[in-house]
């Protein structure tokens, strides 16, 4: 009997994974002597008072979670000011993303963002084998949204514009005008990802009053201290629920622990408004005008949890690099296509961590051959 041909398992799988890149996050060594992480834009401060006691206080641990999130659902509804029929939540933001993604896209649909933003979105379009359409911001300093330009990219196929504001990585809100624009001209669903809408100050919601195809998507993971807990919601039109809630994964894919944490944190908004958003905007000014103080280095103005800084070189990936050796993590965008080679992003963390930073990142750009 003859062998049969060595089976390639890989051959199985579909064209659309093949083709997308996978996200290398920052490598942290194991045991390494520090670390200072900005390079995530999480919360240096972690759960409120009320969350760090629920999840102490959490045994109920053989139960399944509610199917629907009810109680998480029941606290956001208020805080959003949306009926709870029209929140969905999943394990963070890109869950709800990817059950939005599940919802509307085919091989061959089409997504419009404006970059450079959030990768995540046109990751999960190619996936499902959809064309992601780039209507790129206006160049640096202002990263402005181009509404008429978004409007004109809308063809046939496409199902969904994703607006990021405030915009990550470069920081900046748009003008709500610009934004209600797209929404009241575009013949497909419009998503607001507000994931650092706490630090801004500001949301879109109240677009979905006015208009019946607008979602706004946010994470509990930034302001709230809770990546680890991986929670995300979302507030969508009442005609699309019954469909979203058929693509969306029993218990929305929520542990009871994360839901309790959740349901916790927003009961502490007013600790987490002034202990932590607080605080974070106060340090985010000060590191601001300390990377300022670096000749040549430019931060862009930020009303997130994270500033987006232009080095005085070429490519910052060098910079980057040495500040990791150094235990220090910053995100780099080395994707030409992108237009920030020489950026990189830092999140604000704590002043100690921020003088930390900055003598690396000076003493990084001193360095011998870095600049060139
Ligand atoms: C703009 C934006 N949307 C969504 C997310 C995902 O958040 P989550 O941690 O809730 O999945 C992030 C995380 O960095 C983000 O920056």
Redesign the pocket.
């Known amino acids: 009997m003859t062998a049969p041909p060595a089976l390639d398992l890989t051959a199985l799988v579909r064209p659309a994974v093949h083709a997308i890149s996978s996200y290398i996050p920052a490598k942290v060594e194991p045991g390494a002597e520090r670390v200072i992480k900005l390079d995530?834009?999480e919360s240096p401060y972690g759960p409120s008072p009320r969350t760090r006691a629920a999840l102490a206080g959490f045994v109920a641990t053989q139960r399944y979670p509610s199917f629907d999130a009810i109680e998480l659902r029941q606290h956001v509804a208020p805080y959003l000011g949306v009926p709870v029929e029209q929140v969905s939540a999943g394990a963070?933001?890109?869950?709800v993303?990817n059950n939005l993604m599940t919802l509307l896209i085919d091989p061959g649909d089409e997504i419009v963002i404006s970059e450079p933003?959030?990768g995540?979105y046109r990751a999960l379009a190619s996936l499902r084998g959809g064309v992601t359409v780039d209507v790129p911001l206006t160049p640096a300093p202002d990263f402005t949204l181009r509404p008429e330009a978004i409007l004109a990219a809308i063809g046939p196929r496409t199902k969904l514009v994703v607006i990021?504001d405030p915009n990550?990585p470069t920081g900046n809100p748009f003008d709500p005008a610009a934004v209600e624009r797209v929404v009241a001209n575009a013949p497909c669903l419009v998503a607001i990802?507000e994931?650092?809408a706490e630090f801004a100050g500001t949301t879109a919601i109240g677009l979905m009053a006015r208009h019946d195809n607008v979602c706004v998507?946010r994470?509990?993971?930034?302001f709230a201290g809770l990546?680890g807990m991986?929670?995300?919601y979302g507030a969508f039109p009442p005609a699309l629920m019954p469909l979203l809630w058929r693509v969306t994964p029993a218990f929305c894919n929520l542990s009871a622990a994360s839901q309790a944490a959740a349901v916790a944190s927003l009961a502490d908004l007013d600790y987490l408004r002034r202990e932590v958003v607080g605080r974070i905007v106060a340090d985010r000014d000060a590191l601001a005008a300390g990377l300022r103080s670096i000749p040549g280095v430019e931060p862009f103005p930020s009303v997130t949890n994270f500033i987006l800084a232009r080095l005085p070189v070429a490519g910052a990936g060098p910079v980057v690099a040495r500040l990791a050796a150094r235990g220090v993590h910053v995100r780099y965008f080395g994707n030409p296509a992108l237009g920030l080679r020489d950026c990189l992003r830092v999140s604000i963390g704590t002043p100690a961590e921020h003088a930390v930073f900055l003598d690396e990142l000076q003493a990084a750009l001193a360095a011998k051959g870095i600049a060139a």
Request: aromatic share 8%; charged share 20%.
């Open positions: 995530m834009n963070g933001l890109d869950d993303l933003t959030f995540v990021c990550n990802d994931a650092y998507l994470t509990m993971s930034k990546a991986r929670v995300g």
